[in-house]
Every structure is written in structure tokens, then in C-alpha cells.
């Protein structure tokens, strides 16, 4: 036997219509309706009571007791047979009524048996539920219950109907505040659009005229100016005046807008011609204020006197800019185009007298794409039913036989008769935008490409070590990818999805200017947003972070929706940013500020002595005998002295001073506060005793003293440059004098050091111009008497003090470091030169130790010999022993490369320096060059020995042996007896200039044989021979 369905209400659309405008279904629980259950059970001694309001499909119960349900199906519900009438639905046994003997109610746990449910009624017919009491046993139920049931019933239709009166009251509240918030917001948007003008703005009161606003043009143009009208006024040109007082009489009497042309005066007292509207504003029906706009027509009275010719540019202008102009009156059928309207439609007649060419309705519609017409037919009906205006895009065909279409934009509006209303024609504008819909094609396929790219590298950088993040700019959702959160120690998920999530984790310093940037990119003024910031880590700790991220979605009006970025870890590169600033300002070796600190303190304290704050004075320190520590013990213990030095003189000085290391092995104080100068040389001293006490370098102890320059200011400069070359020239003293001392600064002593800058000047420009020379000095193979080589020899031929000795600039070049550049190019053209000399004969060229310091040295020579052409083996590279004592182990790696080359090497000047004999057998050594001090002193038994036994040592190292500074016939029998091999001096040739030198080479036939003619001469006053 089959169930019972309940039929449906003859009005169902209409009452479930009436339902859903309650808004109530599904609402949240009011205690009111529950309080009406709990009355009704407890009133009819039941255990079951509920409110039900009838769905489509269901039944839901807006408030309940005793029973758990929220709601059944609609065809199980005893309510839906109570809502088919306005009387009471009393169910005494349901377990009997067919209608509900089987009903899952009945039936199932809940067991009903007695129901009684009065209808929940509207209006008339309107019965939206009910309320209803269920028993599990069967029940009677009498009128007066009814009754009572029925009241009920009013009741919970009444708080219904208050449910509705609230929502439509707070829906009231919030169209309000809504109103509020755009009121507000329009204001500040007109204020906006007033400064944004170009028309002057201002508002005035009616009563006395003072303006009670101005927007940012009036302040510009009129500079300071006070409210009162008589202010304003006063800035009108005499001429106008007369005039425009009329006007405004006139147009005050009658309340009506005035309208005038006149000059104002600007703040800096030019006229310039406006446009001036005032309308009144009135409230009530009275005129309370006046809104004026004043705008600068100074252009257009300008050019009133050529409008003709500009009114032709601007027809011109029209049709280069392709927009036609078109109307049409609706007594007829036919369109009236302009000459441009026609030919984007293709029609190619001839216009009338009126300027117009006529085109039938149905002609022009044959010309529209069949997919446009029936739009444009409908914005055009539209316009006409509504009076307004209207755009379409739409294609038109070229011509009748072909399918060349083109995209116009049209525009229209509907003239109407004033009188009656009644639309009379419409008149439109034609746009050729074919080029533009074919670029926006273009661009929506780029787009689609670009959503594809963006989604591939999306996935690239999840990939990576980028945290990615992708922000709904208008709700404040924010996703952030995994390697995100997990890049600040957080677990996926564990940061709140949004905006403010960042902000609270963005650290409070940096956090006004990641604001900033971000919004100069949603004003477009950047094409990209960066920022670099710190990040909280979950551990409390702040990572660095570089955010980068670009606004990919827009609204009409340009206000940002979405936005995507990254952000990558750049802790470690901030930190190494922070160590290159730190080394940027301060010595690496010592920790000592360096010279970029020591020059910004100095013009710091200085510039308040300039202001007559007190006196300072500033120590230059040079460290004595540190070269021969450092050449004796290596560089890493010259290292360590400097470190223990510079430890002490931290020591040494008070709070307010600074000690700084200028390079090398010289420091500076700058004593910020001086009371007197006897501070500078207690302070002086206490720096000599300090750094005079014994070192301990790696178990060797040392001692070093230091020389003190001491200048003050301003007494002796109040300027950086004039105080440290006063300190420094005190320096010099100190140093010349007697070294571990101090001297103050006085007038005259830099006389010296002058003629020694002068010099060092004067190198530079020697060099930078080409004036150095090299001299070529031969050298004799004593077994057959033959010129071997020649040895290159520095010349500086000065064009006022003629040719200088090297011992007087060589040293100087080496303490400047000019012997770098200066040996590079003797290199270079001793090379150069001796490529053209016969294969036999090499070329000998010095290297100083100051070159072994730089880097390129070996680039050099090879790049020497690559430019020459110069056999490697024709090379000698000559070096002195301080050149072994510096850094042995990589000398000795530097000079077995260029032996590798083919390049021989000599020890010059041998016997005069520190070096210990052991280095001749470490270094690869091709020849051994005795020092003429010993040549000089052969005749002595004892130099005799000492090369004797050089000779010795070479013999056992397979190196040749060459004496220097051979100037007798003596000598030079006494050098052959002792087994040197060859000799150099002043007996065989001076150093001779570079042409000289090849006639030298031409004939050394000739010299071996007037050569061997004065050794067997013994006339006295041929011993000492000048073969040149």
C-alpha cells in the first residue's frame, strides 16, 4: 500500500515566493521562537514542539524541543497538510489516518502518534508553516486548545515579521553607512578633481563675498592672498574693471550666473586673460553662496584673430584623426553621412551643398556585418526608448561585392523637441578602429601565451629557492607558497593566508618604505615593485628578503586587483654587503679606520676648529727599520708587527682620538681636543715609548721605532690638504734627524721635501711624456775578446739640470712606486732595441725589488718579448739580493717560470747586500755579477779572496761570472787571473746611446784590435781608457 503524498497549495509560487522574501530559512536560531516551543510544549503537556517553515523540498524547523532534527523531507511532513488551510491540523491517531499510517514518523523511531499544527499565515492564503506539537501516544485535542495553539501561531508570525523588520533594518543601517562612506569619499574625489584643474575654483559666501574655498590653481596663480572679495577684485586689469563690476551687479540683482572674459593679475604681476563663471547656489530658494571658475583663455583671445584658419586645421585634424560625423531624422529613411562617415562605409557619392551624402537605411544595413546588425538596431532602439546616449562596435563592408570589412566605433545621441519631447533625429560620430581591435587581438593572444608562461614559471620557481606569493588585492587573501613560509622556518599552512600576515612579519623599521614602494607601483609610477626588507623568522630572528612582484589584473579605473611575486633569502648577500662597508672604511690587516675615515674626520674636526672650537692636532707616524724586519723575516711577520703595532697605539690615545692606518707601515692620530700643544708631544712621546718596547714575532724579538710629525690647527693650516703635508713634512724631519722622535711643524723645513716632490713630480711627467732614455753599456767575453751583450742603463736627460745619474731618481722612483711603470717600459724598449742587434749578442735589462712586489711582472716579460720579437734567451733579467729576502719562496717560483721561458737570470752587484750564500744554491741563477766595489779594491788581498771565492762558488753552480766597474788594464788582468769570465766597465765602453751602441756593435772588429794594442800599452796614462 502506497504512502500518502501531501497535494501542493493551489498559490505554491506565490507562498513559497513569500517564504524566501522572510529571508528566514536557514537563519540562525532567536531565542524568542524557542521560548514559543517551550510554551507550547509545556502548555499542551507534550514532548515534542517546533516551528516549520515549508520549503520547495522540505520542511525546516526554525526552532525546536524535543527532537533533534533539523528539518524532514516536505512529503514526510505533517505540516504540509497544515498549510492547506487557515483552521488547525489535529492528527489524534496517526497510527489509524491513512494519511500517515505508514509515515516514516510513525512508523520509525520516533514513533508519533498525536499531532496537532496550526498554520503560520501571512497574509490571506499566505501560509508559510507552522507551529506544531508531536506526542508518541494518541491525544484528543479541544476548541480551547486550538485556540491557544492558534495564538501561538500569531505569535511566531509576529516575531517572523519583527525577524523582517530587523533585516530591513540593518539592510537601512548599512545602505547608509554606505551612503556615508561614498558621500565622504566623492568629497575628497571633487576636492581632488578641483586641485586637478586647470580652471581656477573658488566658493564664496553671498554676504560678503569672502571665499570660504579655493582648490590648488587660485593659490598657484594668485600667490598670497586674503578671502575678501576686495582682494580679488583688485587683481582685475583697470581696463576691465568698469566692465566686469557691471557684469556682476547685474548678475547679483537678477541671481543669475555671470559670465565675463577678463585679465587677472598672477602673483608675479603679468595679465592674463580668463573665462570667469560664477552660479549662484541657493537653499531654500535663496542664493547663500557662489561657485566660481576662472579658466585661462589667454590662447584662445590670442589666436581669435587667425580662427579661420585655425577652425580649417581642426576640420583637417578631424579627418586625420578618421572620425566621420553622421545624422539622421527619423520622418525619413535615410542617413545623412559626412564625406569621412561615408567612406568608412564604403559609399562613394558625392556630397551636396550641405556637406552631406545621403545613404537609404536599407543601403547602410547592407553594409553592417550580418552578426552586428541586429546589435546595433538595438543600442539605436535603446537610445530612442531611453534618451540616451549610446556606443557600438560593429563592421561595416567596403564595398557591395566584396567581404572587406572594417570595425567602426560609433557613437550616438538622440536629439529631442523641447517642447514636447518627442525624439526628432539622431545625430553620431564614426571611429575607424580596425588597427586598434586588430592590436587588441593581438594582444589577447599574447596575453593567453603570457598567462601560460607566468604559469610555467610559477612552477619553476616552486621549484626553487623563490617564495612565491599571489594577493587578492581587494578581499586581502594573500597565497603563499610553501617554500615561503618554509624559507622563515614556519610549516606550510602555519602563516595566515593575508596581507596583514606579511605586515606583522615585515620589520618595524623597514616596513614604512616596503609601504611606500608598494604603493608608488599601484599608482603605476614603477613598472615593478621591489623592496628589500627584513622578514620575522619563527625563531624570532630577521630574514633578509628581496620582494619582487608586479600587479598583473586592473579595474576600468587602474585601481590594482591582483598582484604576484617572490621573495628570495638575500641574508648572506646583505651580510657580505655590510663586511664590504666595513672593509670599504678600515684597514683589513689592523681594524684601524683607513684613509676614507681618516679624511672624513679630519674635515669634521676641522670644520669646527673653522667655526673657533678650539685647537687639534694631527701626529703623522712612519714606522723606522720596518722594511728590514719585513725583508729579514717575511711578509706574515711584517703582518703581525703592524697588527701589535696598531694594538698599542689604541692603547696610547684618549677616547675622543683617532687612530688610523694610511697604507703601508704609516699611521695618523687626529687629536679631536687640544688645550695646549704640550699635549701633542706628551702624547708623541708616549706613542715612542709604547711602540719601542720589544715585539715578539714568531719567536724572533724585534724592536722598531717610529718617527712623529706633529702639525696643529689652525695655527699651522685649518684645511685637510695644507695640515697633513705640514705633518707630514714635520715627518720628514723627524725622520732625517735622528728617527724615534717627534717635530713639530715650522715655516721653512719643507725646502727639502719640496725639491723631493718637485722631483717625484717631475719623474711623472718624464714618463707620461717619454723622457727617460736607455743607455747601453757592452760587456766582454774575456776567453776570445768579444762583446757578448750589453747591459740597458737608465738616462734621464732633464731639459735643465741635463742628463741625471740614476742614483739620484732610481731611489726615489722605487720609495714612489714609479720604478713599476718606468721598468715595465725599459723592459719594453730594451727589447725593442736589441731585436735588431745580432743573434749572438743579449740584452741585460735591471728589475727592481719594488717590481717583484706588484703583480704582471711576468706578463710583463712576456709581453715584452712577444712585441719585440726577442729570443727569451737573449734576455737577462738582472736582480739585487734584496730581491731574494723579501718573499724567498715565491721569488724563487717567479724567477724558475721565466727561466722555463728561456729567460737567464743574474745576480747583480753581488757581495753588498743581506743575503745569505745558501740562496745562490735555492735560486736559479745564470750568472753572478761581482759589485765594482770589490773590482775597485782587487789590489787588496782581502777583496782579491772575496772573489776569488765568488768565482769558486759560480764554478760549482755552472754560473758565469761577471765583473763590474773594470776601468784598468790592471784590473781587468787581475779579474782574468781570479777566473772571471767577463767584464763591464769604463776599460771596455761607457754606457753608449742606442745609435752609438749599433756602431759600436758594427765595429768591434776594429775595438778587439785596438783593444788588445792597449794591453800591451804601459804608458800610465792609458790605464784608465774610454773605448767609446
Known amino acids: 500500500m502506497g504512502r500518502y503524498l501531501p497535494p501542493l497549495p493551489p498559490n505554491e509560487a506565490e507562498r513559497l515566493a513569500a517564504l524566501y522574501d522572510l529571508h528566514i530559512l536557514d537563519s540562525a536560531p532567536e531565542a524568542h521562537f524557542d521560548a514559543v516551543c517551550r510554551t507550547a510544549a509545556a502548555l499542551f503537556s507534550v514532548p515534542i514542539a517546533f516551528v516549520s517553515l515549508v520549503d520547495s523540498d522540505r520542511q525546516w524547523f526554525k526552532a525546536k524541543c524535543g527532537i533533534a532534527a533539523e528539518g524532514t523531507p516536505r512529503d514526510v511532513a505533517f505540516c504540509a497538510y497544515a498549510i492547506l488551510s487557515d483552521d488547525v491540523l489535529v492528527v489524534e491517531n496517526a497510527a489509524v489516518d491513512p494519511r500517515f499510517a505508514i509515515n516514516p514518523l510513525v512508523v520509525g523511531d520516533l514513533a508519533v502518534r498525536f499531532y496537532a499544527g496550526a498554520p503560520l499565515i501571512l497574509r490571506s492564503g499566505i501560509r508559510v508553516g507552522t507551529i506544531c506539537i508531536f506526542d508518541t501516544k494518541p491525544c484528543s485535542f479541544s476548541e480551547m486548545q486550538r485556540t491557544q495553539l492558534q495564538d501561538l501561531a500569531r505569535i511566531v508570525v509576529a516575531h517572523i515579521e519583527l525577524h523582517q523588520g530587523r533585516l530591513t533594518i540593518e539592510a537601512a ?50 600667490g598670497s592672498i586674503g578671502p575678501q572679495r576686495e582682494e580679488r577684485t583688485s587683481r582685475n586689469h583697470p581696463a576691465d574693471t568698469e566692465r566686469m563690476a557691471e557684469e556682476w551687479q547685474r548678475a547679483v540683482t537678477h541671481e543669475h550666473t555671470y559670465a565675463v572674459e577678463g585679465r587677472l593679475r598672477r602673483h608675479d604681476g603679468t595679465y592674463r586673460w580668463h573665462k570667469l563663471v560664477m552660479v549662484p547656489v541657493r537653499q531654500n530658494g535663496t542664493v547663500v553662496e557662489w561657485l566660481g571658475t576662472a579658466l ?28 566621420g560625423v ?26 551636396d551643398l550641405s556637406g552631406w551624402i545621403a545613404v537609404s537605411i536599407a543601403e547602410w544595413a547592407a553594409r553592417v556585418h550580418p552578426d552586428d546588425l541586429a546589435q546595433v538596431r538595438a543600442m539605436h532602439a535603446g537610445a530612442l526608448r531611453n534618451g540616451t546616449t549610446y556606443k557600438v562596435e560593429f563592421r561595416v563592408r567596403q564595398s557591395a561585392d566584396m567581404d572587406d570589412y572594417r570595425w567602426l566605433m560609433g557613437f550616438g545621441r538622440v536629439i529631442r523637441d523641447e517642447t514636447s519631447g518627442r525624439p526628432l533625429r539622431v545625430v553620431g560620430l564614426n571611429l575607424d578602429i580596425t588597427d586598434r581591435r586588430t592590436t587588441e587581438d593581438a594582444l589577447a593572444q599574447s596575453q593567453t601565451h603570457l598567462r601560460a608562461s607566468e604559469e610555467r614559471l610559477a612552477l619553476a620557481l616552486d621549484s626553487g629557492n623563490d617564495g612565491l606569493f599571489d594577493w587578492n588585492v581587494t578581499t586581502g587573501k594573500v597565497w603563499y607558497s610553501d617554500r615561503w613560509q618554509t624559507m622563515l622556518g614556519y610549516k606550510p599552512g602555519e602563516i595566515e593566508p593575508h596581507i596583514l600576515s606579511w605586515e606583522r612579519l615585515v620589520h618595524p623599521d623597514d616596513l614604512h618604505q616596503a609601504r611606500t614602494l608598494l604603493t608608488e607601483h599601484f599608482g603605476e609610477l614603477s613598472a615593478t615593485y621591489s623592496s628589500e626588507h627584513r622578514l620575522r623568522s619563527k625563531s624570532g630572528e630577521y630574514t633578509w628578503v628581496l620582494g619582487r612582484g608586479r600587479v598583473v589584473a586592473r579595474d576600468e579605473q587602474g585601481a590594482p586587483l591582483r598582484m604576484v611575486g617572490t621573495s628570495i633569502d638575500i641574508t648572506e648577500r646583505k651580510a657580505s654587503e655590510q663586511r664590504i662597508a666595513y672593509m670599504a672604511r678600515h684597514d683589513v690587516l689592523t681594524g684601524l679606520p683607513n684613509r676614507t675615515v681618516f679624511h672624513e674626520h ?49 692603547a696610547t690615545v684618549r677616547g675622543g682620538d683617532v687612530v688610523v692606518r694610511l697604507g703601508g707601515d704609516e ?83 719643507d725646502a727639502a721635501v719640496e725639491a723631493r716632490m718637485q722631483l717625484e713630480f717631475e719623474m711623472r711627467e718624464a714618463i707620461t711624456c717619454g723622457s727617460f732614455a736607455l743607455h747601453y753599456q757592452p760587456v766582454l767575453r774575456l776567453a776570445d775578446h768579444r762583446i757578448v751583450g750589453f747591459e740597458a742603463l737608465m738616462r734621464w736627460p732633464h731639459p735643465k739640470r741635463g742628463m741625471i745619474a740614476p742614483d739620484e731618481f732610481i731611489p726615489s722612483a722605487e720609495e714612489t712606486g714609479l720604478i713599476v711603470p718606468l721598468g715595465s717600459w725599459a723592459l719594453q724598449e730594451a727589447c725593442r732595441e736589441a731585436a735588431s742587434w745580432p743573434d749572438h749578442l743579449r740584452i741585460a735589462v735591471n728589475v727592481s725589488a719594488v717590481q717583484f712586489q706588484q703583480p704582471g ?58 743575503s745569505s750564500l745558501s740562496y745562490l744554491r735555492r735560486f736559479p741563477f745564470d750568472r753572478i755579477k761581482i759589485d765594482r766595489s770589490f773590482i775597485s779594491e782587487i789590489g787588496d788581498p782581502g777583496a782579491a779572496a772575496i772573489v776569488r771565492a765568488v768565482v769558486g762558488i759560480a764554478m760549482q753552480l755552472g754560473a758565469t761570472v ?46 778587439e784590435r785596438a783593444y788588445k794594442r792597449l794591453c800591451e800599452a804601459e804608458r800610465s796614462d792609458q790605464h784608465r781608457v774610454c773605448a767609446a
Open 173 to 222: 543601517l548599512a545602505e547608509r553607512t554606505r551612503s556615508e562612506a561614498l558621500i565622504a569619499a566623492n568629497e575628497a574625489r571633487y576636492r581632488a578633481l578641483a586641485d586637478a584643474l586647470p580652471q581656477m575654483v573658488w566658493v564664496m559666501t553671498s554676504a560678503d563675498g569672502s571665499a570660504i574655498y579655493t582648490n590648488e590653481r587660485f593659490r598657484t596663480y594668485y
Open 296 to 323: 585661462d583663455i589667454e590662447d584662445i583671445v590670442t589666436a581669435r584673430s587667425t580662427l579661420e584658419h585655425t577652425t580649417d586645421l581642426l576640420r583637417l585634424a578631424q579627418e586625420a584623426a578618421g572620425a
Open 326 to 351: 553622421w545624422q539622421r531624422d527619423l520622418d525619413d529613411d535615410v542617413v545623412r553621412h559626412s564625406p569621412m562617415s561615408a567612406r568608412m562605409h564604403g559609399f562613394l557619392g558625392e556630397p
Open 602 to 650: 679630519l674635515e669634521q674636526r676641522l670644520a669646527e676648529v673653522r667655526r673657533g672650537r678650539g685647537q687639534a692636532a694631527l701626529l703623522c707616524l712612519d714606522l723606522d727599520r720596518f722594511k728590514s724586519i719585513n725583508d729579514m723575516l717575511g711578509h706574515p711577520a711584517g703582518d703581525e708587527l703592524l697588527c701589535q703595532i696598531a694594538t698599542r697605539l689604541r
Open 667 to 749: 699611521f695618523a692620530i687626529i687629536v679631536s681636543h687640544l688645550d695646549h700643544a704640550r699635549q701633542a708631544s706628551v702624547l708623541a712621546q708616549r706613542v715612542i715609548d709604547a711602540v719601542g718596547q720589544p715585539l715578539d714575532l714568531g719567536g724572533h724579538l724585534v724592536t722598531v721605532g717610529i718617527s712623529i710629525g706633529i702639525a696643529f690647527a689652525p695655527t699651522n693650516g685649518d684645511t685637510s690638504e695644507t695640515l697633513f703635508k705640514n705633518a707630514d713634512l714635520a715627518l720628514y724631519r723627524a725622520k732625517a734627524s735622528a728617527r724615534n722622535t717627534y717635530c713639530f711643524y715650522e715655516a721653512g723645513m
Open 857 to 914: 711582472l711576468e706578463q710583463g716579460v712576456m709581453s715584452a718579448l712577444a712585441a719585440s720579437g726577442l729570443a727569451p734567451h737573449r734576455l737577462v733579467l738582472e736582480v739585487t739580493e734584496s730581491v731574494l729576502v723579501q718573499d724567498a719562496e715565491a721569488v724563487i717560483a717567479c724567477l724558475h717560470r721565466l727561466k722555463s721561458l728561456g729567460v737567464r737570470i743574474a745576480l747583480d752587484d753581488f757581495g753588498t747586500g743581506y
Open 962 to 1007: 761577471t765583473a763590474e766597474g773594470v776601468e784598468t788594464t790592471a784590473q781587468l788582468e787581475q779579474v782574468r787571473s781570479e777566473g772571471c769570465m767577463e767584464v763591464q766597465g769604463y776599460l771596455v765602453s761607457r754606457p753608449l746611446p742606442a745609435d752609438r751602441a749599433i756602431e759600436f756593435i758594427s765595429s768591434s772588429a776594429s775595438i
